[in-house]
């Protein structure tokens, strides 16, 4: 079974870039057709899928939040990493970290999650 762990500042001030780390034990993330997400879930609204990267580095985005969003992998540390930048307060959710096999929007395992809030 794959483990994912989200690690990062739980407060952020606005304007800043948010930055997250999802350590992967399980797997290396680089084998054949994982995808690595990044999903977040505002206080009292649903699940929203931010971004991805693959097995082989390749990252795909969100439209919407692509000209903030970069995602990267330390494949030496089996991490991949999400940063968010000029973040405000509506950027204030539950980020998770998630991965499936084969298909992008499907998970079979999930970190915890990390609370951020952006507050001045």
């Known amino acids: 079974q794959v483990q994912l762990q989200e690690s990062g500042p739980g407060l952020v001030k606005p304007s800043q870039t948010l930055s997250l780390t999802c350590t992967v034990s399980?797997?290396?993330?680089?084998?054949?057709?994982?995808?690595w997400s990044w999903i977040r879930q505002p206080p009292g609204l649903g699940l929203e899928w931010m971004g991805a990267?693959?097995?082989?580095?390749?990252?795909y985005y969100l439209p919407s939040l692509k000209s903030r969003t970069s995602i990267s992998r330390d494949t030496s540390k089996n991490q991949f990493t999400l940063q968010l930048s000029s973040v405000t307060p509506e950027d204030t959710a539950v980020y998770y970290c998630?991965?499936?096999?084969?298909?992008?929007?499907?998970?079979?395992?999930w970190g915890l999650g990390t609370q951020v809030t952006v507050s001045s």
């Open positions: 998630a991965t499936g096999n084969g298909k992008i929007y499907e998970y079979n395992d």
């Open positions: 399980g797997t290396s993330i680089s084998t054949n057709y994982y995808y």
């Open positions: 990267i693959d097995f082989s580095g390749h990252t």
